[in-house]
């Protein structure tokens, strides 16, 4: 029983770190696809705009690994209690 649980975990943790990496890139390259006006704002520095980046990663990375082991425990457990029942 406790490997499946450490095994679940580090199939979530594989997931999720994905899924952020590909979140990081999907908002990179929207930062590099904008206008050069767009980075005339003070507001839009690149400082600013690499700072936002790594800090919207950190505040979304525990929400995306529990959400992501949630489901895949969900899903597994309607799974083995759908075989179960048929059984």
């Known amino acids: 029983m406790m490997v499946t649980y450490v095994s679940l975990s580090q199939f979530a ?6 899924l952020i990496r ?11 696809n904008q206008d050069g006006e767009f980075y005339d704002d003070p507001e839009n520095t690149p400082a600013k705009m690499e700072k936002a980046l790594v800090t919207y990663v950190k505040d979304i990375k525990p ?12 899903v597994l457990n309607i799974m083995f209690n759908l075989g179960m029942a048929i059984s």
Request: charged share 30%.
């Open 13 to 18: 943790r594989k997931t999720s770190e994905n």
């Open 22 to 32: 590909r979140l990081r890139i999907q908002c990179l390259r929207r930062l590099l």
């Open 63 to 74: 929400m995306v690994d529990d959400n992501v082991y949630n489901a895949i425990s969900t």
